[in-house]
C-alpha cells in the first residue's frame, strides 16, 4: 500500500523566503510526527499531532516554525523568513492510534537555504 | 528524559553476525525499545520492537536483559545492503512524543 509521501523531494530557496513542506500520512494513522535531520546527524523532535490537534510543539526551534493538520490527513510544516541554519532534510512520520506504534517515515524533504 | 546511548559506528564483514549494543539505563516501565534502519536519502524504517526477553522477527533479534537497561540487536548473516545507520529509541509514543530521542545511531559499514 502507499506509504508517507513528502513534497518537495528537494526544495531550494534564499534566505528570508518562506517554505512550506507537505506531508501526506498513512490513511488511519492519526499519529503525525515532524523531525529534522542535519547532515550526518540524528533526528530532531520538531511537532507531534494526534489527529488534527498538537499537543506537542515543544521541540520547533522557533517561532518562525509552525505546522498544521487537516481532516486527519495532510500536514504542512511552514518555516518562516527562513535563515541558512534551517538547511536540513525534513522528515515526517505516521502511527497507528495506541500506544507503541512504530512510526512510518517518508523520504523528507531536502531543504537548501542559499 | 530516556536517553539511549550507542557506538557511534561498527565495521563487520558480508555472513558475519552483528551485534549492536544499546544503553537506556533510564529506562521507565512503561518503556519499550525499538529500532529503526536508515538509509541514505531515505527516511528510518522500523526493524524491531520489543519490552522484555527476545524478540525475532525476519530480519532481526532483539535480546533485553531483565533489568531492561540495554538491549541488543542481532543481525544474522549480513550482507552489503545492511550498510546503514540504525537507530535504538526508548520511549512511549504519542503523548511522549518529545521524549522520544533518536539520538545519531550507529553507523554500520560492512565490507565483501
Known amino acids: 500500500g502507499a506509504g508517507v509521501s513528502q513534497s518537495p523531494s528537494n526544495k531550494v530557496t534564499e534566505k528570508g523566503k518562506d517554505v512550506e513542506l507537505r506531508c501526506d500520512p498513512i490513511?488511519?494513522?492519526?499519529?503525525l510526527y515532524w523531525y529534522r535531520q542535519r547532515l550526518g546527524q540524528g533526528l530532531e523532535f520538531l511537532i507531534y499531532?494526534?489527529?488534527?490537534?498538537?499537543?506537542?510543539k515543544s521541540g520547533l526551534p522557533s517561532d518562525r516554525f509552525s505546522a498544521e493538520r487537516t481532516g486527519e490527513s495532510v500536514s504542512t510544516l511552514t518555516i518562516q523568513r527562513t535563515q541558512q541554519e534551517d538547511s536540513a532534510v525534513y522528515l515526517c512520520?505516521?502511527?497507528?492510534?495506541?500506544?507503541?506504534?512504530?512510526?512510518?517515515f517518508g523520504d523528507g524533504t531536502r531543504l537548501s537555504i542559499l | 528524559l530516556a536517553k539511549t546511548t550507542q557506538p557511534i559506528s561498527m565495521d563487520s564483514y558480508e555472513g558475519q553476525e552483528v551485534n549492536i549494543t544499546c544503553s537506556h539505563n533510564?529506562?521507565?516501565?512503561?518503556?519499550?525499545i525499538t529500532w529503526y534502519q536508515q538509509f541514505p536519502s531515505q527516511g528510518p524504517r522500523f526493524i524491531i520492537q520489543?519490552?522484555?526477553t527476545k524478540v525475532t522477527n525476519e530480519v532481526a533479534s532483539l535480546f533485553i536483559p531483565a533489568d531492561r537497561k540495554s538491549s541488543t540487536l542481532s543481525l544474522p548473516r549480513v550482507s552489503l545492503s545492511d550498510t546503514a545507520v540504525y537507530y535504538c529509541?526508548?520511549?512511549?509514543?504519542?503523548?511522549?512524543?518529545?521524549?522520544?530521542?533518536f539520538g545519531s545511531g550507529t553507523r554500520l559499514s560492512i565490507r565483501p
Open positions: 499531532f494526534q489527529g488534527n490537534s498538537a499537543p506537542d
Open positions: 529509541l526508548v520511549g512511549e509514543e504519542g503523548s511522549s512524543a518529545s521524549k522520544i530521542i
Open positions: 520489543g519490552y522484555k
Open positions: 533510564n529506562i521507565a516501565t512503561n518503556d519499550y
Open positions: 512520520a505516521s502511527a497507528l492510534p495506541g500506544r507503541n506504534q512504530p512510526q512510518h
Open positions: 490513511s488511519g494513522h492519526t499519529a
